[in-house]
Structures are given as structure tokens and as C-alpha cells.
């Protein structure tokens, strides 16, 4: 059964960084995109960032370039998000999600994403 796990959240001061990670289980993660999202409260789901399935393109919302960086590791099935110099709009529910295919590209449409992990909470307060 396919299935994705977040984790790594939690509360952080502003200024401070978080690791979260995406674990896939069922089946590997070399054919899929994978991306970012999250949740914030009163907004929308919004795009944060995604990897193509070999890591070869990334693409980040305006709102975390240059404090956030992506990347994965095949070997582990694993997938992650490094987030520094964190902000209190920041916070909201993260999800993973992703996609298959093979291309060297990825997007931040969150109707491109069929499979969704759980989502983990990350709050950034003082």
C-alpha cells in the first residue's frame, strides 16, 4: 500500500530551522516528483516547493527561496525539506506530496498531486 509519512515538525523561534522529511513505503520514490505544500490557517493550500524524480530541478514559491531548500534521497526512499531562517508566516500544516513521472520538472499545482501524506504541524512562535 502506498503510503507517505511526514514528519519533523514542530515549534521553533523565528530566525530558527526545521528538517521535514517525507518517508514513502509501498513503493519507491525514483518515479515521482515529489512537493511541498502547506496549510496555513484562514489560507489556502499553498505550493512551497517540489523535486523532479531524479533531483535535476527544483522549483520554489517566492515566498521561501533562499531559506528553503529541497532535495531527496532515492536510497532512502526519502524525501526533504530544510527550512531556515523560519518566519511566523510560516507556520501551517506541511504536507508532501507526489506525482509520477519521469520528466526532469516539477510544479507547485496541488491538483497535479494524486498521493498526500498526513501532514505535519510546524509552528513558528516566540
Known amino acids: 500500500q502506498l503510503q507517505l509519512v511526514e514528519s519533523g515538525g514542530g515549534l521553533v523561534q523565528p530566525g530558527g530551522s526545521l528538517r521535514l522529511s517525507c518517508a514513502a513505503s509501498?513503493?519507491?520514490?525514483?518515479?515521482?516528483?515529489i512537493g511541498w505544500f502547506r496549510h496555513a490557517p484562514g489560507k489556502e493550500r499553498e505550493g512551497v516547493s517540489c523535486?523532479?524524480?531524479?533531483?535535476?530541478?527544483?522549483n520554489y514559491a517566492d515566498s521561501v527561496k533562499g531559506r528553503f531548500t529541497v532535495s531527496r534521497d532515492n536510497a532512502k526512499n526519502t524525501g526533504y525539506l530544510q527550512m531556515s531562517s523560519l518566519k511566523p508566516e510560516d507556520t501551517g500544516v506541511y504536507y508532501c506530496?507526489?506525482?509520477?513521472?519521469?520528466?526532469?520538472?516539477?510544479?507547485?499545482?496541488?491538483?497535479?498531486?494524486?498521493?498526500w501524506g498526513q501532514g505535519t504541524q510546524v509552528t513558528v512562535s516566540s
Open positions: 506530496a507526489i506525482i509520477g513521472t519521469l520528466q526532469p520538472m516539477c510544479g507547485l499545482t496541488l491538483d497535479d498531486y494524486p498521493y
Open positions: 509501498g513503493f519507491t520514490l525514483d518515479y515521482y516528483a
Open positions: 523535486i523532479s524524480s531524479r533531483g535535476f530541478r527544483t
